[in-house]
């Protein structure tokens, strides 16, 4: 996984747009197209940008390419952002802590 171009892949809108669409399940090309309101050629450098982010996997069927997302790279993406904190149990314990503490001084006043 190259996170420089899975982050690069989600600064676009027209990505993101994308990929909450694929959420729903394998589409082609022509669909996405439509539903997006974009021409072919627009289309095809957007899902180059995340193929090669392996975001998304493409595969033909009869005349058609699909694509959809490749949820194995969400799994190795999400690890790789629980290093920077927010996840763990202890900070959370720590946080409740001030949030009652916080509570209990305004209840008092």
């Known amino acids: 996984m190259?996170?420089?171009?899975?982050?690069k892949a989600f600064s676009d809108p027209v990505r993101r747009d994308?990929?909450?669409m694929?959420?729903?399940?394998?589409?082609?090309?022509g669909d996405i197209a439509k539903e997006l309101n974009i021409s072919p050629a627009a289309l095809s450098y957007h899902l180059?940008?995340?193929?090669?982010a392996e975001l998304v996997m493409e595969y033909?069927?009869?005349?058609?390419?699909?694509?959809?997302i490749?949820?194995?790279?969400?799994?190795?993406?999400?690890l790789w952002l629980k290093q920077f904190g927010g996840g763990s149990d202890e900070k959370q314990d720590s946080v409740d802590s001030v949030?009652?503490?916080?509570?209990?001084?305004?209840?008092?006043?």
């Open 22 to 29: 694929l959420k729903g399940g394998s589409m082609n090309a």
């Open 60 to 68: 033909k069927q009869k005349n058609f390419i699909w694509y959809e």
């Open 48 to 52: 180059k940008i995340l193929k090669k």
């Open 18 to 20: 994308i990929m909450m």
């Open 99 to 109: 949030n009652d503490t916080a509570v209990g001084n305004v209840s008092n006043s």
């Open 2 to 7: 190259v996170i420089g171009d899975t982050l």
């Open 70 to 78: 490749n949820t194995t790279l969400f799994d190795e993406l999400i």
